[in-house]
């Protein structure tokens, strides 16, 4: 394509209209260029959205060129699973582009425990990032796996980046902390917790830290060990601001009161590169939180783009395949990208837990809401797509379950509800219903033959298809780890769909999963 003078003329004034505003901004309250600004972007929950990469980095360099800042950046967490670049890879793809990003700094997120404690560290060995953590240890360590905390100088100013990963990860992937044997090998100290942060901020501080700022992957949310990020404020001082993640919210800065009655902000991006997040330290000490769109930013840099691109053309020789085609979306997230798969039934969830009992000739098929990652759009339908939205290794087997078994982990495994919870269940072969004030579960039924549903038998033992993760590594809360296990297999979950959508339904999804179909029903008593 050939550029007029006029088309040149304006992506010059675009450039230097960002260049202008960077300067600007990371230059306010302070007229002596030798006392700069402080700037770090930060994101969180990227879940392999790779192309914000070389977006944040270009816009870092090009903050630093400008010689009116001094620019950083820090990672929040959760980079290594997400969609298919991850899954085929087990993150290697994610690690080959992070090694680029220089940060000065990343924490833990719970979904880097996914492949296991052993591939998670070879992981962050390949990356080269400091890795920080402060309540991540190996099992009767006297410190530590990870530092607590690093600090970097900035000029004359030193700010120390403390980690924080949620200790909500114990039960989430429960399975990559003990071994075959249910020995306790890793753990995240539930129980000291705050205590653990408040140590790393103190000893930070002691060591000349002029601005502590927290890389929180605990989350506004309250799960169910009963942590959040406004908590960990409330329970602490020391702390400047929270860069926080895990629960996928979008916010510039909330105030939150810490422990001496000071208001600390607390923001997160969102997820998959949404937004990048810019911190400013003004030279006076003031700091303020800003969301800028991912999309909206013209720098790239080009290391971080080559090595992008090339992974692109790696994953789409694996997943470019169509399986199928569906006039309509299958839903996991919403409009705000909340994870509605979470707390409701959604069509995703129906075929998802239709292709497990199919796949495995049971009376009822079942996956944890956490489990299915990714919307596929309405259209074809790729291999790719598929392992987008059941991005993880799991293997699906087939188990015994009494009836009273299932009543008890429906029930505690939509307690949450209305809170999004990613032990939710989405079924197949049963319907339920929700009451979410009184926190029961009633009018269980289970389908028939003839495709009828009757009420559940308490005392009938049912056969169960689910992934080994929901039987024995810590999904449903544990709630069915010592049914006996009827049938192993080595498909994979997202085969198992595969195989469904092209040689069960045809290639299409026809008009039968267009809507949830009322397995799930929640009344607000």
């Known amino acids: 394509m050939t550029m007029t003078k006029k088309t040149l003329l304006s992506m010059f004034a675009l450039m230097m209209g960002w260049q202008m505003a960077v300067a600007q901004e990371a230059t306010k309250c302070c007229d002596n260029k030798s006392a700069k600004s402080i700037v770090i972007l930060y994101e969180n929950d990227v879940h392999c959205g790779i192309d914000g990469y070389k977006k944040l980095a270009g816009l870092r360099d090009a903050i630093n060129h400008s010689d009116t800042a001094y620019a950083g950046a820090v990672c929040v967490g959760d980079f290594l699973q997400g ?47 400091p890795v920080v953590s402060a309540n991540f240890y190996e099992t009767g360590a006297p410190e530590p796996y990870y530092a607590p905390y690093v600090i970097h100088q900035y000029g004359n100013k030193k700010v120390a980046f403390v980690g924080a990963t949620t200790p909500e ?51 506004e949310t309250t799960q169910s060990l009963g942590f959040n990020s406004h908590l960990l404020v409330n329970k602490t001082r020391g702390i400047d601001v929270v860069l926080d993640g895990h629960s996928h919210e979008i916010f510039e800065g909330v105030p939150v009161k810490n422990l001496d009655g000071r208001e600390i902000a607390v923001t997160q991006t969102g997820t998959q590169f949404a937004n990048v997040g810019k911190l400013l330290i003004t030279p006076d000490g003031r700091m303020t ?16 783009t080559a090595a992008t691109d090339s992974i692109h053309k790696l994953v789409n020789a694996v997943t470019s395949e169509v399986v199928a085609h569906s006039d309509y979306r299958l839903v996991v997230t919403d ?35 956490g489990g299915i990652r990714n919307d596929i759009k309405a259209g074809d339908i790729t291999y790719g797509d598929i392992i987008g939205m059941l991005p993880y290794d ?32 989405q079924v197949s072969g049963l319907r339920f219903t929700i009451h979410s004030k009184s926190h029961r ?49 080595t498909l994979r979950y997202y085969e198992a769909l595969s195989d469904y959508l092209g040689k069960v339904l045809g290639g299409t999804t026809g008009k039968t999963y267009a809507e949830p179909q009322g397995r799930i029903r929640i009344v607000n008593d």
Request: aromatic share 8%.
């Open 289 to 304: 939180t800003h969301l800028i769109k991912t999309k909206d930013i013209p720098y790239e840099d080009v290391k971080v």
């Open 394 to 425: 799991n293997t699906l087997r087939r188990i015994a379950v009494s009836g009273e078994q299932i009543q008890a982990m429906l029930t505690r495994c939509t307690a949450m509800v209305p809170v999004l919870d990613g032990n939710f269940p």
């Open 83 to 129: 969609n298919t670049t991850g899954a085929i890879s087990k993150g290697q793809y994610i690690a080959d582009i992070m090694r680029l990003m220089d940060y000065h700094a990343l924490t833990l997120g719970n979904h880097e425990f996914d492949y296991g404690v052993p591939r998670m560290k070879e992981l962050l060995e390949q990356i080269g990032a």
């Open 169 to 219: 990860t114990m039960v989430l992937e429960g399975y990559a902390f003990y071994d075959t044997n249910g020995i306790l090998l890793y753990d995240l100290k539930a129980k000291t917790f705050y205590q653990l942060i408040q140590q790393a901020v103190d000893k930070a501080r002691s060591e000349g830290a002029d601005y502590v700022v927290l890389l929180s992957h605990v989350g």
């Open 335 to 369: 409009a705000n990208d909340q994870m509605m798969v979470r707390g409701q039934e959604t069509n995703a969830g129906d075929i998802v837990a239709d292709a497990y009992r199919h796949a495995m000739k049971a009376d009822i098929g079942m996956e944890n809401g």
């Open 441 to 489: 579960v009633s009018d269980i039924e289970v389908l028939q033959a003839d495709g009828s549903y009757k009420p559940i038998d308490l005392h009938h033992t049912y056969s169960v298809a689910l992934t080994n993760y929901n039987h024995d590594a810590g999904g449903f809360f544990d709630c069915f780890k010592k049914c006996p296990v009827l049938q192993e297999s």
